[in-house]
């Protein structure tokens, strides 16, 4: 089966534009997980989708971050303005049962905010 | 402060052991993961331990959990440079599967 797949694989913007990342989840997996590693610390949790519906937004960070998951498939993360702190690795994930199901991540996505 | 605490850099002869030690935090946390990151690669899924167990060995990979001083580690025998990575140990943070990372491990290996 295909795994999780991220696109683009690398984003360079300049502060104050908009980019917008994607994540195609493995099929059947109800469960998508957006993650972001910033600069040599640790992953941190962003959000939780459950099909299509968010199920924890605590991690995001502020209002400049909005992620959809229209239809329950793919899901899309923007971020709008893009500021410099936003810089780092964006991972998703996605497992077929919530509990006791490991995630599956895929590559991520690196973005530079100049 | 961080829940999932790990030594950020371990550097080891090829052939000889890696051990990669980890802390965390929640006791009730039922799995707990190691994934590696390979550079340019995503987070790959080496191993897990359910929280009943002590000890789990995978061909060159042994996990050992002491649930009473919440530590982990991971002992990779006879370390090849293909092991040369950034180790992540990581908990489970909710009934939901969301997982709480520790800063990761750069383990380098050396001819």
């Known amino acids: 089966e295909a795994g999780v797949t991220q696109f683009p694989s690398h984003s360079v913007i300049e502060k104050g534009q908009t980019v917008t990342l994607r994540c195609d989840p493995i099929s059947g997996h109800d469960n998508l997980y957006w993650y972001r590693r910033v600069m040599g610390k640790e992953i941190k949790f962003l959000l939780h989708?459950?099909?299509?519906?968010?199920?924890?937004e605590s991690g995001m960070p502020n209002n400049r971050f909005l992620a959809e998951r229209t239809g329950g498939t793919y899901s899309t993360l923007k971020v709008q303005p893009a500021e410099l702190e936003d810089s780092g690795v964006y991972f998703c994930?996605?497992?077929?049962?919530?509990?006791?199901?490991?995630?599956?991540f895929g590559n991520g996505t690196r973005l530079t905010v100049t | 402060g961080e829940d999932v605490e790990q030594s950020l850099f371990l550097s080891v002869r090829e052939g000889d052991s890696s051990v990669i030690n980890c802390t965390y935090t929640d006791s009730s946390s039922t799995y707990l993961y190691w994934y590696k990151q390979e550079p340019g690669a995503g987070l790959q899924l080496l191993t897990y331990i359910f929280s009943n167990m002590d000890m789990k060995q995978d061909q060159r990979l042994t996990v050992l959990l002491n649930k009473k001083d919440k530590h982990l580690s991971l002992r990779i025998a006879d370390t090849q440079t293909g092991d040369s990575a950034i180790y992540f140990c990581a908990e489970i943070d909710d009934s939901w599967g969301k997982l709480q990372f520790g800063a990761g491990t750069q383990v380098v290996v050396t001819p």
């Open positions: 994930a996605s497992s077929r049962a919530a509990n006791n199901s490991p995630l599956h």
């Open positions: 989708f459950v099909k299509e519906s968010k199920q924890d």
